[in-house]
């Protein structure tokens, strides 16, 4: 396709708007001691924790996250909470599903808990997702363990009657995280691509998100993590007047707005550079 040349200039980020009927409610994150009720591998190196946290459940928005502690009573290691989308919820059940990456020292240890062992958990956080009112089509563009903070949008967009349609990117079949969920609650198109396949290169997922929005237009989309991705979404979607949101990643120590260290590194004119996570984790593609 060749439009995706164009892919490669810089993309502004805005906030979400914070005030108008659109904006949800700001609730105060709690920090609760969530007994784990399951946890299990679902692929090599993926694992899928289920936490009893029925006030976190009941508040969270897709989008949002939680930071998670992975020492446990006693100990001093890792010192840091984790970042980690909030997967899934269910009211009902007071139910809060993380899944999430084995990467390095924190969630190697997370790796390690036995149920009915409790964790640390401050949530939920950040700002999320924003569906507008019009919006009757969106498409979900995700790679990797970034397509968690997609999932629980899926949820709400699906139970709303908009039409769901998901690109899905990974390095391999078993990296796919998040495809199955989509599925469970009513993606209608859900496309795998994969590096092992060769089916992920920029260039493919450009030719095949250009046919979803040629046939059939969506009004907004969302994406998340990769850069490129991010790009690509962009310029293709401006081409049909659709929105973009992006969910980015950052280095947080606290995810609670003290530390600075997920800075997004793009200063505004007039004050510091936002925060990942308390501006975002979301910001719209301006
Ligand atoms: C909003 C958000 C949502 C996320 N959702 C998910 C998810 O759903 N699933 C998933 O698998 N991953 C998710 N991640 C990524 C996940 O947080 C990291 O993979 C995880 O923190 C790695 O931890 P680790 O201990 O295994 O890795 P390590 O590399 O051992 O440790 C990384 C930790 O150190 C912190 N850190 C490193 N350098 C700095 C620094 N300079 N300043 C402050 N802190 C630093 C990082 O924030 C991280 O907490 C998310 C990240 C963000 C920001
Ligand atoms: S993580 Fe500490 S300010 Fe954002």
Same mark, same amino acid.
């Given at each position: 396709m060749s439009g995706v040349a164009s892919i490669d200039r810089p993309l502004r980020l805005a906030e979400?708007?914070?005030?108008?009927?659109?904006a949800p409610p700001v609730v105060e994150p709690l920090l609760v001691r969530a007994p784990s009720v399951s946890h299990r591998q679902v692929a090599p190196g993926y694992w899928l924790l289920t936490l009893d946290a029925p006030e976190i459940a009941r508040r969270a928005l897709p989008g949002q996250f939680a930071m998670l502690t992975?020492?446990?009573?006693?100990?001093?290691?890792?010192?840091l909470p984790r970042p980690m989308a909030l997967y899934d919820w269910d009211e009902r059940t007071g139910t809060v599903q993380i899944l999430y990456g084995v990467m390095g020292d924190g969630t190697r240890r997370m790796a390690t808990w036995h149920p009915p062992e409790p964790m640390t958990v401050v949530g939920p956080l950040g700002r999320g997702f924003r569906l507008h009112p019009a919006t009757s089509a969106v498409v979900l563009v995700g790679r990797g363990i970034g397509t968690c903070s997609l999932t629980a949008l899926a949820r709400q967009a699906c139970a709303e009657g908009i039409d769901v349609r998901a690109i899905v990117s990974a390095r391999n079949d078993q990296a796919l995280v998040g495809a199955d969920l989509y599925r469970q609650v009513g993606v209608r198109d859900v496309v795998e691509v994969t590096d092992a396949d060769g089916t992920s290169p920029v260039g493919s997922v450009a030719r095949r998100l250009q046919r979803m929005l040629d046939e059939r237009p969506a009004q907004q989309v969302f994406t998340c993590g990769s850069q490129r991705l991010l790009r690509l979404c962009a310029t293709l979607a401006r081409a049909c007047d659709a929105t973009v949101q992006v969910s980015l990643e950052a280095h947080m120590a606290? @995810? +609670?707005?003290?530390?600075?260290?997920?800075?997004? @590194? +793009?200063?505004?004119v007039a004050r510091e550079a936002p925060l990942v996570c308390q501006e975002g984790p979301v910001f719209v593609c301006a």
């Open positions: 979400l708007p914070r005030g108008g009927p659109l992975a020492a446990r009573t006693a100990e001093s290691a890792p010192v606290c @995810g +609670l707005g003290y530390c600075h260290g997920c800075s997004t @590194g +793009l200063p505004g």
